[in-house]
């Protein structure tokens, strides 16, 4: 069991390692992206997965996923299969397509209501809490593909939340936004974690993101791994910089 954050116990969060990797290994042919990798998850951290470009982040992300088995070692969850709710947030491109819906019908579009064309009455609650949370209230009539990057990002972001994640993953999703953008992305999780029991992953290559936001980071490299408290974390060891995108 970690030791409860003083962020959790403001929380109010369940003191819980959510999921334990042990000696983990991936492998592409005779090529081991990485091996030995040990860390752990804790309900309600933000956990920053960080390295070099090609080191094998998503790839980690997908065995976890289970999109891809692990060549070594094993993840153990705490919670059941069924009591895991996993959403993901991409990456924003400039050159993304964007449908020509309105924000709210966008993030609506993540409920699952198989052919069903209109939202339950828990549903528009849930939606209308989420786009209240992402800053998106006033523009749920706006369409999506006229939107800001970080209104556009918000929106992906908002998508994610109706499905009541547990545990939200973020594969690089400040990259290609401006400061202002990206903290308030930032600062969106983070206000939605203070009432909301989610635990982060974060993939990231901007220092100060990683160091504003993170409680632990995971480094990989081709030579092993580290694991630790971010407070921990020496930044030599990295090239990520302050950069929008490296
Ligand atoms: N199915 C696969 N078969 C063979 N090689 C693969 C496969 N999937 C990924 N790779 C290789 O594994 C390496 C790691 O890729 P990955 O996308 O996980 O890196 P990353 O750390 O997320 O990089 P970036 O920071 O640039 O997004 C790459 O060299 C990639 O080509």
């Known amino acids: 069991m970690a030791i409860r954050s003083i962020e959790g116990i403001r929380r109010g969060i369940e ?28 309900n309600g951290h933000v956990l920053a997965l960080i390295g070099d470009n090609g080191v094998g982040k998503t790839t980690l992300l997908r065995a976890l996923l289970g999109q891809l088995p ?6 153990d969850w705490e919670t059941s299969e069924a009591d895991r709710a996993i959403s993901y947030v991409p990456q924003y491109r400039p050159d993304m397509q964007a449908f020509p819906l309105r924000i709210s019908d ?32 006033k523009l749920a009539k706006s369409r999506i593909d006229t939107a800001s990057g970080g209104e556009r990002q ?14 939200l993953i973020l594969d690089e999703a400040t990259a290609n936004l401006d400061n202002v953008a990206k903290f308030e992305l930032m600062d969106v ?58």
């Open 15 to 42: 003191e819980m390692t959510l999921l334990t990797g042990s000696n983990i290994g991936m492998q592409f042919g005779d090529r081991w992206l990485y091996k030995n990798v040990d860390f752990k998850l804790e």
């Open 70 to 75: 692990l060549s070594a070692g094993q993840f």
């Open 106 to 137: 966008f993030v609506a579009l993540s409920f699952d209501r198989g052919m069903r064309p209109w939202l339950t009455a828990t549903e528009k609650e849930k939606l209308s809490h989420v786009l209240a949370d992402t800053h998106l209230t």
């Open 154 to 167: 918000r929106a992906y972001l908002a998508q994610a939340l109706v499905q009541n994640p547990n545990v």
């Open 189 to 246: 999780i983070r206000d939605y974690q203070a009432h909301h029991e989610i635990t982060v992953i974060m993939v990231s290559h901007d220092l100060e993101i990683i160091q504003r936001y993170a409680d632990d980071y995971l480094l990989l490299t081709p030579q092993g791994s580290e694991f630790g408290e971010i407070a921990n974390l020496d930044i030599s060891k990295l090239k990520v910089g302050n950069q929008n995108h490296a």
